[in-house]
Each structure stands twice: as C-alpha cells, then as structure tokens.
C-alpha cells in the first residue's frame, strides 16, 4: 500500500514535468548549447556507511530533469547489531542555469524498508525497529563540473516522512513489544554525490 503512494508521487512529478518536455527541439539547442542529457552518479555519504547505492538523472527540458536514485545496507554485526534498509527516491529539479550546471531546487519523494537495532548511538540500544517510511520534501543543490563529464554535487532537503514500525527486544528473536508509527518534520535528503554525465 505504501508502494502504491510512492508510485502515485512519482506518476504526479512526471505528468507535472513531461508536458516541459515539448519545447522544440531547436529552442532546446539553443537554451542548452551542449548541456547533457543524462548523468549516472553515486552518493559518497551512503558510502561512507557502507551503504550501496546509484543514481540516474534525465533531462527532460533545458532547465527541468528527474533524478531517480536507489540505496540499500544489508550488514548485520555482531550481537545482531543491524542498520538494514532498502530506500528508492525520486526529484524533479529545477536548474536556475543549464540544466547539470550550478544551482537548481527540487521536490522529492521516498520510501524505504528499515530493520534497525541495537545501535547505542542512535539511541537503539536494547530495541529492534521493523518497518517503513514514506514521505515528501523539497531540497536545494548546486553541481561543480570537475571535467567535461564529471562533476560533484551536493544537495539537501527538508520534509515529512511518516513511519509504521514494529518493535521489539534486539537480540535474535527478540519478543515483539508492539507496534507503533511516527510523523517526522526535518531534514529528508543529503548527499554529496560524484556523477557523470553523457547524450
């Protein structure tokens, strides 16, 4: 069912921004020069967490493109420790100069599929949290070429995310304590991503 809303979020962005798509093909030249059309990119801060992870950015007007990224930890340490989740996101972006240069603002939309526990820091010591989130925000970025096709870019966005969870003891097979959800208001979105561009 929650798929089902993200899946109705991304079909909105897209009859939102496909109808940009009809400037003619000689204005597009014209407003982008040699501006790409496609970029495939990772996010080092999923790295960083030992998290795989990929995106994929299309034009879809001289200043509107639709970024569609993916990431997913499967690791369990030990004392089953865990920090496992899947997460799909989807932005439509504006770019305030050609599209894959500089500044740009977006909207976005999330799901994910958690199973976290037993990480003191995070303030998961003795519990295990099974579920999903679901949510909307807006971010900003801005993309620094470093070649003709590479390029590093940072972005970040605030939102709402809602979760529906399950609780229970953290050790293996822990007794279920209940379930549970919670509204979030804040940060929804970081990145500093390498990517490469092409046509």
């Known amino acids: 069912m929650k798929a089902n809303c993200l899946y109705g979020v991304i079909g909105t962005l897209c009859l939102v921004l ?14 982008t020069g040699s501006a790409p059309r ?7 801060l999923y790295w960083a967490a030992a998290s795989f992870n990929a995106g994929f950015e299309a034009g879809l007007a001289p200043k509107i493109t639709l970024d569609v990224s993916a990431a997913y930890n499967p690791w369990v340490l030990s004392e089953n420790r865990k920090f496992k989740f899947w997460l799909a996101q989807a932005e439509g972006r504006y770019w305030f100069g050609r599209r894959f240069r500089g500044h740009f603002v977006g909207v976005h939309a999330l799901y994910a599929d958690f199973n976290v526990g037993g990480i003191r820091f995070l303030g998961l010591g003795g519990r295990r949290y099974e579920g999903d989130l ?55 979105r970081i990145g500093v991503s390498f990517s490469f561009t092409f046509d």
């Open 18 to 31: 496909l109808p940009l798509k009809t400037v003619s093909s000689e204005k597009r030249a014209a407003d």
């Open 134 to 188: 679901y949510g909307a925000g807006v971010s900003y970025g801005y993309r620094w070429a470093i070649g003709k096709r590479w390029g590093v870019e940072a972005t970040a966005g605030l939102g709402y995310l809602r979760s529906d969870y399950n609780r229970y003891e953290q050790k293996r097979c822990g007794a279920s304590l209940g379930s549970g959800h919670r509204n979030y208001f804040g940060p929804t």
């Open 38 to 44: 496609f970029a495939v990119k990772t996010n080092a």
